[in-house]
């Protein structure tokens, strides 16, 4: 315990480790500001004549008080009374005009912007079964909403048809995983899908800081003749390399949960916490496969995010631990931590998600990956991908910790 706590003393010492952490802490609360500041919206009185221009938290709450009426269940009556309401207003005027500005002010703010988000899973639950193309809203009947629930569930059937075509398996597999979403959905206005995408962004910058942080954890004892000393030591060998390792995992672990904790509490704060009681499939697709609310899925992201974190920080170790050069160690841990987003672009492969950071990114980040259908095959296996993401980063960090002692040991044998 006394070597395990000297070890972390000696880690936290050290001024890169304290520059990034610090680096880490602050982009936490900015990048959950951000979205809150783009935020805004202008206020009208009641012959439609500006009153004031509203932005971030103004803007959240203005436009929260306008949607609240729909809060709640997403019931079939609640979204034919919705449309219906949108229908007869926007019918007189065309839908092209809200596009191009010659809709009334006044009007669109009373009538039409607080039914918008409620029905804005409508166009993709109706779309066309052939090409997959969602429908205008003028064009859906609003006696069809009654079967609403039903009819999400045909979408999702023909979604899979399209995209998993030659894999029954995966069809199957979706449908099967579909029926475990709670109906009706929840729906409460105010929170941004802007939002996830700055938890991903978060968690894709504090892997990357984390593992500049942890590539000179044996490579600089290397570079430095350090090691020669400290392998004479009694417990200089694989005594000393498992503190090393449970030293390093211990601050980044720490760091990694008080950064997305800052985070999320900040963006929750600022929205509003009910917002988390809202189905993802009213934020995301109508016929995302997870049977998860907002905050479930900020949970799920969070935890997926930290399983990347300690698979490639145990993967930056085994570098660490293998080569000298700090140098190599970094830039070769740096790549591995953008690989996936490349190999991603290529197409979704096995490769993307089995690697430490396959996790995190964009596109093939955990959170668009957890609201896709992008299924990986082995002859007439058909696995999702988001399980793949978390058994592979599940096998991983074991076993890189283990390359990575036996590494360090190897080393000082040589």
């Known amino acids: 315990m006394r070597i395990y706590l000297l070890e972390?003393?000696?880690?936290?010492?050290?001024?890169?480790?304290?520059?990034?952490?610090?680096?880490?802490?602050?982009?936490?609360?900015?990048?959950?500001?951000?979205?809150?500041?783009?935020?805004?919206?202008?206020?009208?009185?009641?012959?439609?004549?500006?009153?004031?221009?509203?932005?971030?938290?103004?803007a959240i709450a203005y436009k929260k008080s306008l949607?609240?009426?729909?809060?709640?269940?997403?019931?079939?009556?609640?979204?034919?009374?919705?449309?219906?309401?949108?229908?007869?207003t926007v019918k007189p005027y065309g839908v092209d005009s809200?596009?191009?500005?010659?809709?009334?002010?006044?009007?669109?703010?009373?009538?039409?912007?607080?039914?918008?988000?409620?029905?804005?899973?409508?166009?993709?639950a109706f779309s066309d079964p052939q090409t997959g193309q969602g429908?205008?809203?003028?064009?859906?009947?609003?006696?069809?909403?009654y079967r609403f629930y039903e009819q999400t569930q045909q979408h999702l059937k023909d979604i899979m048809q399209m995209e998993q075509k030659e894999h029954p398996a995966a069809q199957g597999q979706a449908l099967q995983k579909y029926t475990e979403v709670k109906t009706?959905?929840?729906?409460?206005?105010?929170?941004?899908?802007?939002?996830?995408?700055?938890?991903?962004?978060?968690?894709?910058?504090?892997?990357?800081?984390?593992?500049?942080?942890?590539?000179?954890?044996?490579?600089?004892?290397?570079?430095?003749?350090?090691?020669?000393?400290?392998?004479?030591?009694?417990?200089?060998?694989?005594?000393?390399?498992?503190?090393?390792?449970?030293?390093?995992?211990?601050?980044?672990?720490?760091?990694?949960?008080?950064?997305?904790?800052?985070?999320?509490?900040?963006?929750?704060?600022?929205?509003g916490t009910e917002c988390m009681k809202t189905s993802m499939q009213m934020?995301?697709?109508?016929i995302s496969l997870p049977a998860f609310n907002l905050g479930q899925l900020q949970m799920m992201l969070a935890?997926?995010?930290?399983?990347?974190?300690?698979?490639?920080?145990?993967?930056?170790?085994?570098?660490?631990?293998?080569?000298?050069?700090?140098?190599?160690?970094?830039?070769i841990a740096i790549v591995t931590c953008l690989l996936p987003i490349f190999t991603y672009s290529a197409g979704a492969n096995w490769l993307t998600f089995i690697l430490p950071s396959g996790g995190i990114g964009m596109q093939n980040s955990l959170l668009y990956q957890l609201t896709g259908f992008a299924y990986l095959h082995i002859g007439k296996i058909s696995v999702w991908s988001p399980y793949v993401i978390m058994a592979a980063a599940i096998i991983e960090i074991p076993v890189f910790l283990f390359l990575s002692v036996r590494a360090y040991c190897k080393h000082q044998v040589a």
């Open 67 to 88: 949607r609240s009426a729909n809060n709640g269940e997403v019931t079939p009556e609640k979204l034919k009374e919705a449309l219906t309401i949108y229908q007869n």
């Open 8 to 58: 972390l003393k000696r880690v936290l010492k050290s001024r890169r480790t304290i520059v990034l952490l610090l680096i880490a802490l602050i982009m936490s609360a900015v990048m959950a500001w951000l979205p809150v500041m783009f935020e805004d919206i202008n206020q009208y009185d009641n012959n439609g004549n500006k009153v004031a221009e509203l932005n971030g938290l103004d």
């Open 184 to 271: 009706p959905f929840q729906f409460y206005a105010g929170y941004s899908r802007d939002a996830f995408d700055y938890i991903i962004l978060l968690i894709f910058l504090l892997v990357i800081l984390c593992t500049a942080a942890a590539t000179p954890t044996f490579s600089n004892e290397y570079q430095t003749g350090s090691d020669s000393i400290l392998r004479c030591a009694k417990y200089g060998r694989t005594r000393l390399a498992i503190v090393k390792i449970m030293a390093a995992l211990t601050i980044f672990v720490v760091a990694f949960i008080v950064c997305i904790s800052l985070h999320l509490l900040i963006s929750n704060l600022s929205f």
């Open 135 to 145: 429908t205008s809203l003028m064009e859906i009947s609003p006696d069809k909403l």
């Open 283 to 286: 934020l995301f697709s109508v």
């Open 303 to 331: 935890i997926g995010g930290l399983l990347s974190l300690l698979a490639t920080i145990s993967f930056t170790l085994f570098l660490s631990a293998k080569f000298k050069d700090s140098i190599s160690v970094i830039l």
């Open 98 to 124: 809200i596009y191009s500005g010659d809709f009334p002010t006044e009007i669109y703010i009373k009538k039409v912007f607080p039914v918008e988000a409620l029905l804005g899973r409508l166009p993709e």
